[in-house]
């Protein structure tokens, strides 16, 4: 990569601007400016990157020209009106939130999955949800193998997908509950300390709540695909990395040994899967990792063509961050898309 690129990171104080710092450093991202975009309230921290102090910006709506990729992270809001002004102003406008995922006209990418999609964007690319992104690492290859025809998927999510304050609320009103204190939920609608909340967003008509309605349309868009899907998120107290218990139904049935095979040669995926040694991925394997990991690769022995599995991954990076920057890398590396 001979050239370099502007780069403007919104929302560079938050838990995924942050990682996003980080992984731009760690993977030498050819960066030839970069700008730190936050509120008012943020403005004037200073970050380093690259041994050199950054300081962070007010975001304005000036605040783009001349920036090639602007990697948003600061809200819904925040992205539905700034990511069109970043891409009327010539850069490409890379969205870590929800507001314009299931939009027609906008691609919703993960580079290994459906990097193709890339040539479709206007100046917009989604990001995906991060329960969702880790989930179609591991199921591209298997669709492709056998086509899949139905998924009931369980999450064990932590609570770095909520953000700063919901990491501060665990590890406060950890120490609270530890000492026999009380304490009032602020981020969480149930105490999440020692706790199982299968809650994650709020409720919609169909009884689900947001979160797996997310799940199940970006997984669809995303595979190209119509599958039967079913989920229940769940807020587990943990600190970083989300897992998810997935059974999957193919037309074509696949052996055990097949799955781990076709999943051992996906790039970004790592099998880790033996039952006789104990051997499969937990959160605190994949926390600042960042590969999608599956373990407890078995056959349902309750349903025809069937497997369950056990998929694992930082959320803050396959499922944000670097996600994010892996879509600049591939429009990089392939200037035509």
């Known amino acids: 990569m001979s050239k370099k690129y502007n780069v ?5 104080t938050g838990v995924v601007g942050k990682e996003i710092i980080n992984i731009l450093e760690q993977r030498n991202f050819p960066i030839q400016s970069l700008t730190l975009l936050a509120s008012k309230r943020s403005a004037g921290q200073v970050i380093s990157f690259n041994e050199k102090a950054v300081k962070v910006k007010v975001l304005e709506e000036n605040s783009f020209k001349d920036i090639d990729f602007a990697l948003f992270s600061a809200g819904s809001s925040i992205s539905e009106k700034f990511a069109p002004i970043a891409a009327k102003s010539g850069a490409i406008a890379i969205d ?15 580079p290994e999955v459906n990097g193709h999609a890339i040539k479709n964007h206007k100046g917009i690319i989604a990001n995906p949800n991060c329960s969702t992104a880790q989930l179609v690492m591991a199921l591209k290859p298997i669709h492709d193998a056998a086509t899949i025809k139905r998924l009931v998927i369980s999450t064990y999510q932590s609570v770095s997908g ?6 501060l609320e665990l590890e406060n009103h950890s120490r609270y509950l530890l000492k026999g204190e009380d304490s009032e939920p602020k ?28 799940m199940i349309n970006e997984t669809n868009k995303i595979l190209e695909s119509e599958i039967n899907i079913t989920a229940t998120a769940v807020r587990v107290p943990v600190f970083i990395s989300h897992c998810e218990s997935v059974n999957i139904q193919t037309e074509k049935e ?21 039952p006789q040694k104990s051997t499969f991925p937990t959160a605190r394997d994949s926390s600042g990792k960042d590969d999608v990991y599956v373990g407890r ?23 944000a961050a670097l996600n ?14």
Do not use: H
């Open 8 to 12: 403007a990171i919104v929302g560079a």
């Open 324 to 337: 994010a920057v892996q879509i600049a890398e591939y429009m990089i590396a392939n200037p035509s898309k």
């Open 254 to 274: 696949l052996s055990t040994k097949k799955v781990r095979d076709i999943l051992s040669t996906f790039p970004g995926v790592t099998v880790l899967d033996d």
């Open 96 to 110: 870590n939130t929800s507001f314009f995922r299931m939009q027609d006209d906008i691609p919703l990418i993960v």
């Open 162 to 167: 909520a953000g700063k304050d919901a990491i």
């Open 297 to 319: 690769i078995r056959k349902d022995i309750s349903q025809k063509n069937s497997i369950d599995c056990w998929i694992v991954a930082d959320n803050l990076r396959k499922g």
């Open 187 to 214: 981020e969480f609608v149930k105490p999440i300390p020692f706790n199982v909340i299968p809650q994650i967003d709020n409720f919609v008509d169909n009884g689900y709540t947001k979160e797996e309605m997310k």
